[in-house]
């Protein structure tokens, strides 16, 4: 559907080059003595069944697809899976109508042992990394390139993969050079050209691999033509041939040509040897189904994981005596083997979850599916809390004051949600004699109760978050921390961690210190009462006062802020309200945002940077710190094609040029454009990275949605481990103790962080989502307003603004009696026939249509089911949804703000 050549260009060569890179982990020579002695003669590949060989148009990435779209897990499907024949040239399948997941061939290679992995990564043969998955694409694959490489290793297939999961530490074999991917887009966007010889010899080698088979060379030792796709790319000079096979054709084959590509534009590409490690959760969620007399089969809802081979035996006879009644009853089991010869792996039952859809039953499916550890915490964690009770109270230790600033008599307050609990932040403002000010911002201690090493520390890295769902938290640290000791409650005494600055009126720094400290907060607000207390002429309290100083410097800083280039970007964060009986949601409402949330996101980033700079300067080769890379010119590209829809032209060329076009793209009459713009461009952006200053150079320490060159997380040490991190990197810089951590530990502690925030947050989404399609389920269908965002060519998204909730519109599911799409013009039109005529709707972007939105519960999964409602929008309707829009919470985002 595109109709650009340079498109269809780089298509065309990944597609080849992925081809190649699946023929040549076929082809590899075994290793095996036992399994080298089952080829027969030398070199030469044979074809058992011609018939079963793979081809070009049967890669395992189509299957993927296509099996993805049956709901399938990611089994390698008969006609697809690489079978790996010693001395041959091949690629056999299992045949298509046997009712086992086994073969007589081996699919997967055997793992090396722990001794032959650990000798080959001390010669350098192999490299060692935690393995990751594509959460949308199983084929998609990588491990961190560390210090061998600039990019990370990609992974190209499952027999590639060799039977590792997501989140194993693996060991790697790098395939040679010839093999690596040629990042054709990085090389256009930097403006360097792959040569025109490469790219020739691409194209040659796709005409050859399109001849019919009496045309092709690959012959067998049979005499017979080799229609496998193994023997067409040989024949085509696209493959190292195995030993004793013919010499290729004197035409130089590609794999020459990729020597010519730098190898900034190459991504290499390896094969999986061996496990180190296997992750640590090996329960999954699924579905039971029946398979023979003696085994059922497991289907992950993951689609990461392997299909289980579950023993009747071991089911709970319930179960077994009527399969069908559980066929979306969510089940939990784990994987206790997988060999060789299989497509599946052996499995055990755990237990059943409940009825998918159900609510209990779906929120504990999330917290396996991501892996968020939410069992209560063990006695040995609990040991290490202080003995605190209603007979034992809290009190400050006399030893403690003389080690910390007494700051008791500061006016301190917090301002936080009105449900919130840990009170982690707090903040001053007191005029200075010189006329400036003294702004203070104040983050509990928890670095005072939880010590390096202990096994409340062990359980809190582990974690590396507190975890938020629509109905339940999951806490990094036990309650006693999180909701007493490390909140800092109006009235009650506290240790905390305070960066302090002298600033002036115009809100410039003329000086930054950290000191740990000991504070009585006078008040703990919510949002709205601050927010009171501003706008309320008559108070003028010395709180009060604090407070108005507060927001007039965090405008100053702000607006700073956006003329360095930071970005406002949008999001709509939507709130449940439950019953207090069955806990269902009974109510959904947006985010209500005030100035004070400002207030509080500015001091918190400028407290983050301080602390950034502070750590990095005493400690450069391993401060935590938190980089967020621009995103590459490609990512742009819907948010552009978006604003020229719209009339609007976009500059993405630096954050500030973009921060710059957003501002401007209000045109009259279309309040909302603005905000949808900047949806559109959070969408855009890379993820932020936490990372050891050690482990990269200072150029590249920038967060690019801040536009700040230095940035890392200080300001909430009760649920993120990195920022616990660096609180125990400040007190190091202030008694000039010894750092407890080498580098490489940092380093490996961001990783962590990092996957647990990424895991954290699609938890927290998937939970939303959860209560969305629970509320619509129960209290709808809802006739809504609806804004387009985004035209495909047999869909659209749209925004539905009471909700806050994306959603996606096929065409062929409307009812009407034909859909065309103009590409052009980015409009998707459909034609109904009423009884009063014949009624066009078209659907552009930023056009508002009114929806009905229903939700269904199919084959154990919710899905909505939003359709065009025919009459036309009416004049009171927009109003509501230009005023619901353009109430969306515009920030810079909670994730960096606190």
């Not at 998707?828 to 009423?834: A, I, P, Q």
């Not at 309707?877 to 985002?893: E, F, Q």
């Amino acid at each position: 559907r595109q109709n650009n050549s340079e498109y269809r260009r780089d298509l065309f060569v990944n597609c080849v080059q992925l081809q190649y890179r699946y023929i040549l982990l076929t082809m590899s020579e075994p290793t095996t003595p036992q399994r080298r002695g089952r080829g027969r003669g030398r070199g030469r590949g044979r074809s058992r069944n011609s018939s079963q060989q793979a081809s070009p148009a049967n890669t395992p990435q189509r299957s993927h697809r296509r099996g993805r779209g049956r709901g399938n897990s990611q089994q390698p499907s008969p006609a697809t899976t690489p079978q790996r024949s010693q001395g041959n040239s091949r690629v056999s399948t299992p045949r298509s109508n046997q009712n086992t997941p086994r073969s007589r061939n081996p699919i997967f290679e055997e793992h090396l042992s722990m001794e032959e992995m650990t000798q080959g990564l001390e010669e350098g043969k192999y490299l060692k990394g935690r393995l990751r998955i594509n959460t949308k694409n199983f084929e998609d694959c990588y491990v961190p390139g560390g210090k061998a490489f600039k990019r990370d290793i990609s992974i190209p297939s499952l027999a590639a993969r060799n039977r590792a999961l997501d989140g194993d530490i693996v060991v790697v074999e790098v395939l040679p050079r010839h093999t690596w991917r040629v990042m054709h887009s990085e090389a256009r966007e930097a403006g360097v050209d792959i040569p025109a010889d490469h790219m020739q010899s691409l194209e040659q080698a796709l005409a050859q691999l399109q001849l019919a088979p009496s045309q092709g060379k690959g012959r067998s030792h049979r005499g017979r033509v080799d229609q496998s796709a193994a023997g067409r790319m040989v024949a085509a000079g696209l493959g190292a041939s195995a030993p004793g096979s013919p010499a290729k054709p004197s035409t130089a084959p590609v794999t020459d040509r990729v020597s010519t590509v730098p190898d900034a534009y190459l991504q290499p590409v390896a094969k999986v040897v061996g496990i180190f490690r296997r992750s640590a959760d090996l329960a999954f969620v699924g579905f039971v189904r029946p398979m023979n007399d003696r085994k059922c089969v497991f289907i992950p809802r993951d689609t990461r994981v392997p299909r289980l081979m579950l023993k009747r035996t071991e089911l709970p006879a319930e179960i077994t005596s009527d399969l069908d009644a559980y066929e979306y009853t969510l089940a939990l089991a784990s994987l206790s083997g997988w060999e060789t010869n299989s497509k599946y792996a052996e499995g055990s039952f755990i237990k059943l979850l409940g009825a998918s859809g159900a609510v209990d039953a779906e929120t504990e499916a999330i917290l396996r599916e991501y892996r968020i550890p939410s069992s209560e915490f063990d006695d040995a964690v609990m040991a290490c809390l202080p003995k605190v009770d209603d007979d034992h109270p809290f009190t400050i230790p006399e030893e403690e004051l003389a080690k910390r600033r007494d700051l008791r008599q500061h006016r301190i307050f917090s301002i936080d949600p009105p449900t919130a609990r840990d009170l982690d932040d707090a903040l001053h403002c007191t005029k200075l004699p010189n006329g400036n000010y003294e702004v203070g911002v104040h983050i509990a201690d928890v670095s005072h109760f939880i010590k390096p090493n202990t096994a409340m520390d062990k359980e809190a890295a582990k974690r590396g978050t507190t975890v938020y769902l629509s109905n339940r938290r999951i806490d990094m640290v036990p309650g006693l921390l999180s909701s007493n000791l490390c909140s800092l409650r109006g009235g009650e005494e506290r240790f905390a961690f305070s960066c302090i600055w002298e600033m002036t009126p115009e809100a410039d720094i003329v000086s930054t210190r950290f000191t740990k400290s000991i504070i009585r907060s006078r008040a703990a607000l919510q949002y709205s009462e601050a927010q009171m207390r501003i706008d309320d002429a008559t108070d003028n309290t010395n709180l009060t006062v604090g407070i108005r100083t507060l927001n007039s410097l965090a405008k100053i800083l702000k607006k700073r802020r956006i003329q360095d280039g930071a970005l406002m970007l949008a999001s709509t964060e939507v709130r449940f309200r439950m019953d207090n009986e069955t806990h269902d949601p009974v109510d959904v409402q947006l985010k209500q945002t005030y100035d004070t949330n400002s207030l509080v996101e500015e001091f918190m980033l400028l407290a983050n940077v301080s602390s950034a700079r502070e750590v990095h300067r005493h400690f450069p080769q391993c401060a935590v710190l938190r980089r967020h890379p621009s995103p590459p010119p490609s990512n742009f590209e819907p948010l552009l094609k978006a604003a020229a829809a719209a009339g609007v032209t976009l500059s993405t060329a630096s954050s500030k040029e973009l921060a710059v076009s957003l501002d401007q793209a209000q045109p009259v009459g279309q309040p909302y454009l603005s905000t949808l713009l900047r949806i559109l461009a959070t969408r855009c952006m890379l993820p932020a990275k936490y990372f050891s200053s050690g482990t990269v150079v200072q150029s590249e320490f920038s967060h690019y949605g801040l536009a700040s060159p230095i940035y890392t997380h200080f300001t909430s040490p009760i649920r993120r481990y990195a920022d616990l991190l660096v609180h125990r990197l400040l007190a190091a810089s202030l008694t000039q103790e010894q750092l407890p951590y080498e580098h490489d530990d940092v380093a490996a502690i961001a990783n962590t962080c990092n996957e647990r925030k990424e895991a954290a947050k699609r938890a927290q989404d998937a939970s939303s989502t959860l209560f969305m399609y629970v509320y619509v389920h129960q209290h709808g269908p809802f006739h809504e307003e609806a804004i387009v965002y985004r035209v495909l060519d047999q869909s659209c998204d749209v925004l539905v603004v009471r909700l806050g909730i994306e959603v996606r519109l096929y065409a062929d599911k409307q009812g009407a009696e034909s859909y065309e799409y103009d590409e052009s013009a980015q409009i998707l039109r459909l034609k109904f026939v009423e009884p009063q005529g014949e009624i066009v709707k078209e659907l552009g972007f930023l056009t508002k249509h009114r929806i009905t939105l229903a939700t269904e519960l199919i084959k154990g999964k919710y899905v909505f089911k939003p359709r065009l409602l025919i009459e036309e929008t009416s004049e009171e309707a927009k109003a509501t949804a230009a005023a619901v829009t353009a109430s969306c919470d515009i920030a810079v985002g909670v994730d960096e703000a606190d």
